[in-house]
């Protein structure tokens, strides 16, 4: 479910700043003629568009496993970029519609920085004198605890339940080194790493 909220939510960000682009550019350009027509066709899409992204990202707040300065401010971008776009588009004022379409697309590179930073595999420097368990335990709550749980279940951002995992322990491995839907790809940590981690899932069962 996260992963489909996820894809949809970008989809609909993605819509939601190309509306924006055409309207900051026909204003920019003195074209209001053009800027009122364009807005009464787009009205109802507007519209849509505008609950299913507010929606989809009070939805992912809510499922996310971790939050960082990078994500407030993206909330804070866009709680700012609504009232000057209303403002600005309603009064023909350029500075407030162009700052608004600035703020847009600053939240969604603060998004996507925070997407990167809290995906970024961590590593632990030296496994010596470590047993197996102790290596998989200490990169398990690093790397997958905040979304997986101390137990395997918690499930956020829509991991699933490592207790009633049916894949293999070659499945698993694959699965920890590609990554699939929000998860990333921890090929970065290397073959004993990720066995460590697989070895130390499997005692959840």
């Not at 479910?1 to 996820?6: D, S």
């Not at 894809?7 to 190309?18: A, E, G, M, P, T």
Request: hydrophobic share 50%.
């Amino acid at each position: 479910m996260y992963t489909g909220l996820l894809h949809s939510h970008k989809l609909v960000i993605l819509i939601f700043i190309f509306i924006y682009l055409i309207k900051t550019i026909l204003l920019l350009l003195n074209k209001q003629e053009l800027l009122i027509k364009f807005t009464k066709s787009v009205k109802i899409p507007e519209i849509i568009v505008s609950v299913l992204f507010l929606g989809t990202g009070i939805g992912l707040l809510f499922m996310c496993a971790e939050t960082s300065l990078f994500l407030w401010g993206k909330l804070v971008a866009v709680a700012l970029s609504i009232p000057l776009a209303v403002i600005g588009f309603r009064k023909m004022n350029k500075g407030l519609a162009a700052l608004s379409f600035v703020l847009l697309i600053l939240a969604y590179g603060l998004a996507e920085i925070h997407r990167k930073n809290v995906n970024k595999p961590i590593s632990v420097t030296s496994s010596v004198g470590k047993t197996s368990e102790e290596l998989g335990l200490k990169l398990y709550t690093l790397n997958c605890e905040k979304c997986h749980g101390p137990k395997g279940d918690m499930g956020l951002s829509g991991a699933p339940n490592l207790a009633t995992s049916k894949l293999t322990h070659a499945e698993k491995l694959l699965r920890i080194k590609n990554g699939k839907g929000a998860m990333p790809a921890y090929a970065a940590l290397g073959e004993e790493q990720l066995e460590a981690i697989v070895a130390y899932i499997e005692t959840f069962k």
